[in-house]
């Protein structure tokens, strides 16, 4: 995951990470240019989302948390989570009405929840994914609202 400072064009750096205990976590991130900082807050589910995906923040992981339905649909955690994905065969193709669902995901968790949708339709062998593909997988992974 990266944060880029519009005006500078700058990859913004990691500046700061809170854990409170809660399950909530916040990151911190800062223009080298500018110093213009943005935070990331995400909430307790969020977390555990984030943390089973393997996502590294700031160079660490976050602490495992139980979030096994997740982590066993989708091969639990994988450090490359965020990473650009090579097109390789036998990834699933996104029909019209999906693709158009897609778009309308935030971007900055587009990625992610791309990246659910196709793990979860390549493990079963779905070779195009539609917008009952992402009802149904939505409702196994307990990912309503995504
Ligand atoms: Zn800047």
């Known amino acids: 995951m990266k944060f880029l400072c519009i005006e500078c064009d700058r990859q913004m750096g990691f500046a700061e ?20 900082s943005v935070a990331m807050l ?22 495992e948390q139980p979030f096994e339905l997740t982590r066993s649909t989708v091969e639990g955690g994988r450090a490359d989570a965020f990473a650009d994905a090579p097109a390789h065969a036998g990834r699933p193709v996104w029909d019209e009405a999906a693709r158009e669902r897609l778009s309308r995901v935030p971007s900055f968790v587009r990625g992610m929840v791309q990246r659910i949708y196709a793990d979860y339709a390549a493990e079963r062998k779905i070779a195009v994914i539609t917008t009952e593909v992402m009802d149904t997988a939505r409702r196994e992974l307990g990912l309503e609202g995504m």
């Open 17 to 36: 990470r809170e854990l409170p205990g809660d399950g909530t976590l916040a990151a911190v991130f800062t223009c080298p240019a500018c110093s213009r």
């Open 42 to 63: 995400t909430n307790p589910m969020e977390t555990q989302l984030v943390a089973s995906l393997g996502v590294q923040i700031g160079g660490r992981t976050v602490p």
